[in-house]
């Protein structure tokens, strides 16, 4: 049996494209001046990032030295791609 | 970016690892490899966790004495959990060493040369971010959030004849190939896949005198995984030395890949910025994750 779609969906929808075709819009517009300098502090990561706040090495024989010097444990962060860089 | 943003924001374990700890962060791809005193030390420790194949992956948390002995493996992700294991696997450090036990530190000796790459002679590093800038349903959960929001982490390796070439006034194809094949990537959500030489569909950056202009399209060749987008930069030169070099791609990304799922639907903006690396960043000296095993390769 057919059911008509409510006039709020089909208004929803609309407006959700609508939203979707600015945005493309706006992404493909010229990449100028204004726009880089945004993006470039837009995709600066936050220097106080609490992580940042703990002394991370990368050299595991130099933090095993160091580990052994001071009588502390090792903290091994290992992940595929560098915890600290890719990803 | 995820452990960066969850688990290593608690600070009740931030200051366990700031004073309690020696930490240490690798890409255990690296270490579970490599044929020198490094890779012996991490293989050692790995070998007592589940983790102890070490044609797969390892990647965790480890918790060790100096001598090697682990005291905590595990690879859970939440704060509080973290915490807590770490807490208890210091005070077994503590039962065991009591007063401090004297362990020798290991002897460098010969580097695996494939696993420790160095920035080439006469060249630099460059930071690269790349952030997906819309398209996500709204967010479900605080890990949703983080992970929309992120801001990805890559370094990009300039030899030392690119950078002879790019004070001359020149831009290096091999640069922009490089650039394009391995940093043009979404690695907002994980470990990216780099384009592929036939996937590089076009590439055409003019540099008129500082000002780096153009526009690149990547594409797979089923058409899932796409990337087109218009670039801007600007290179300065003073004393024969690169001083400046700021780039900035943005455009729609389509697709991801086997450790980026749940990207947003169809295509989304998405932009790549890239900028020198002064030092002044412990991260600044990782090698790009494309050069993993592979450096001529990845330089070339």
């Known amino acids: 049996m057919f059911r008509p779609v409510p006039v709020v969906l089909l208004l929803a929808s609309a407006l959700a494209s609508a939203h979707a075709q600015n945005e493309a819009q706006a992404q493909t517009a010229p990449l100028d001046l204004a726009a880089f300098t945004r993006l470039q502090q837009e995709l600066t990561p936050d220097p106080a990032a609490p992580w940042r706040s703990v002394p991370w090495q990368l050299d595991l024989l130099a933090a095993q030295r160091a580990a052994a010097a001071s009588h502390k444990p090792l903290f091994v962060w290992a992940m595929d791609g560098h915890p600290l860089g890719c990803t | 970016m995820l452990d960066r943003a969850s688990t290593f924001a608690n600070p009740g374990l931030l200051e366990l690892l700031r004073t309690r700890f020696v930490p240490v962060a690798i890409d255990q791809a690296y270490q579970r490899r ?17 983790r102890h194949d070490f044609d797969s992956t390892t990647q965790g948390f480890y918790v060790a004495t100096a001598a090697g002995e682990l005291l905590l493996y595990n690879n859970n992700r939440d704060p509080a959990k973290v915490e807590r294991l770490v807490r208890d696997a210091l005070a077994r450090f503590a039962q065991r060493a009591p007063g401090g036990q004297e362990t020798a530190p290991l002897e460098v000796g010969e580097v695996d040369r494939r696993w420790h790459p160095k920035v080439p002679e006469g060249g630099f590093a460059l930071r690269v971010h790349g952030k997906v800038l819309g398209g996500y349903p709204a967010p479900e959960d605080d890990w949703q959030r983080i992970l929309q929001t992120a801001i990805s982490r890559d370094n990009l390796w300039v030899t030392g004849a690119e950078h002879r070439a790019l004070v001359r006034g020149e831009l290096p194809q091999s640069l922009l190939r490089r650039i394009a094949h391995f940093h043009l990537v979404d690695g907002t959500r994980g470990e990216p896949p780099m384009w592929k030489p036939e996937e590089v569909q076009r590439i055409e950056i003019v540099r008129q005198g500082d000002r780096l202009q153009g526009e690149v399209v990547l594409q797979t060749e089923d058409g899932a995984r796409r990337f087109a987008a218009q670039v801007l930069g600007f290179v300065e ?30 295509d989304f903006p998405f932009a790549v910025s890239l900028t020198l690396a002064d030092g002044s960043d412990v991260a600044d000296a990782i090698p790009p994750q494309g050069s993993r095993g592979w450096i001529e390769g990845y330089l070339r």
């Not at chain 2, 044929?35 to 007592?48: L, P, T, V």
């Not at chain 2, 690169?242 to 450790?259: M, Q």
């Open chain 2, 237 to 266: 030169v003073i004393e024969g030395k690169v001083t400046r070099f700021d780039l900035v791609a943005r455009g729609l990304f389509r697709g991801e890949g086997t450790y980026t799922k749940n990207g947003p639907p169809g």
């Open chain 2, 34 to 50: 490599q044929k020198d005193s490094e890779g012996d030390f991490y293989r050692r420790i790995a070998a007592q966790s589940p």
